[in-house]
């Protein structure tokens, strides 16, 4: 059974940082075939993050410069480093690979 079970969500205050972790189980690990997607309330599921075939890594113009994708092939584990987190960075952060989903983590930011 594919899983993919995000972590490391929560209340921030805006300037801060926080860091999401992905783990992944059940399909073999590939980290140029994951992604971040972000959903804040009211709107659309949006991109915030994805690595491809190439390896790089490609940014929704909103987090280029504040976040980073990164992964830990040993660990079957993928990152989302958030820094300089802003009001409007607040949604459910959702890792994905091809048609899998997370559940997501909540990341909240206090003005």
């Known amino acids: 059974q594919v899983q993919l079970v995000e972590s490391g969500g929560g209340l921030v205050q805006a300037g801060g940082s926080l860091r999401l972790s992905c783990a992944v189980s059940?399909?073999?690990?590939?980290?140029?075939?994951m992604g971040w997607y972000r959903q804040a309330p009211g709107k659309r599921r949006e991109l915030v993050a994805t690595?491809?075939?190439?390896?790089?890594?490609n940014y929704a113009d909103s987090v280029k410069g504040r976040f980073t994708m990164s992964g830990d092939n040993a660990k079957n584990t993928v990152y989302l480093q958030m820094n300089s987190l802003k009001p409007e960075d607040t949604a459910v952060y959702y890792c994905n690979r091809a048609v899998w989903w997370g559940k997501g983590t909540l990341v909240t930011v206090s003005s």
């Open positions: 059940g399909i073999s690990f590939r980290f140029n075939a």
């Open positions: 690595i491809g075939s190439s390896g790089i890594v």
